[in-house]
């Protein structure tokens, strides 16, 4: 009988290949050729899971994503009781990518962000992948500020995202005051995800690049997060800083 060849799990060993050899000379450097060798697979095999190279290095985008947002789902599941506070904190510290375990992966995204400055398809799907984590981190917020009571009310949202609408809420306290008439200021998760995201980004970078430790690029995402739940009303969860 023919032997049974699992194609998906080919083209995710290809992928590791991708990453392994963009983290060593960046996507622009990668071929399927050494990318077969890598994966100790033939060239006819690589050839026969993506036709070209784009779009072998458009799956691995996709691949890394993945692995990504598994963890985020990972990180969830195995505390569905904690806040949304505390698992907001712990999925920032996934997405910034601040562990020394994660660091080649942080090197290979990083790479990829550089290369979609020249590749919209590839820009296309780190778009996706961001748009994704954004709303994880939208509706995380939008379930703190519910649980923070019913001191905090609805507010107009000023997004663009999904789920706007109604999810807007309204900060708590002096630091979600208007300091010329001390009225409340509409609190909108998406734009609060947005900054976060683009926050939790360029730590990665930071970290990589040696202007932050880990531990300092750790301190600052909590100094966010501290002033976020401020905002909010919300009580700083006791184990909820980031990572």
């Known amino acids: 009988m023919p032997k049974q060849v699992d194609y998906e799990s080919r083209r995710r060993r290809i992928a ?3 990453c392994r050899l963009a983290d060593e ?8 050729r050494d990318v077969a ?20 290095l458009l799956f691995a985008v996709e691949h890394v994503g993945e692995r990504l947002t598994e963890r ?16 907001l904190g712990h999925t920032a510290g996934e997405v910034a990518l601040l562990r020394e375990e994660h660091r080649a992966e942080a090197r290979v995204w990083l790479a990829f962000v ?19 984590l954004q709303d994880v981190f939208s509706r995380l917020i939008a379930e703190a500020a519910e649980s923070a009571g ?14 706007t609408g109604d999810s807007s809420v309204t900060g708590k306290g002096t630091a979600g005051d208007d300091p ?31 202007h932050l430790s880990p531990e300092e690029a750790q301190d600052v995402l909590h100094a966010h ?19």
């Open 72 to 87: 985020v789902r990972a990180r969830l599941v195995r505390g569905p009781a904690q806040s949304a506070a505390t698992a």
């Open 25 to 32: 000379h960046g996507p622009e450097g990668v071929s399927m």
């Open 16 to 18: 590791d290949a991708v």
């Open 114 to 132: 550089a290369q979609a400055a020249v590749s919209e398809p590839l820009a296309d799907k780190l778009r996706t992948s961001y748009a994704d």
């Open 225 to 243: 997060l501290a002033l976020l739940w401020e905002r909010l009303g919300v009580t700083t969860p006791v184990s909820g800083k980031a990572g």
């Open 37 to 56: 060798a890598r994966a100790q697979v033939s060239l006819g095999a690589v050839q026969r899971c993506f036709r070209t190279k784009e779009e072998m």
């Open 150 to 163: 019913p001191s905090i009310g609805n507010g107009p949202s000023t997004g663009n995202g999904p789920g």
């Open 180 to 210: 010329a008439g001390g009225v409340p200021v509409a609190l909108d998760p998406w734009r609060e995800a947005r900054s976060l995201l683009a926050l939790t980004d360029g730590l990665t970078s930071h970290v990589l690049i040696g």
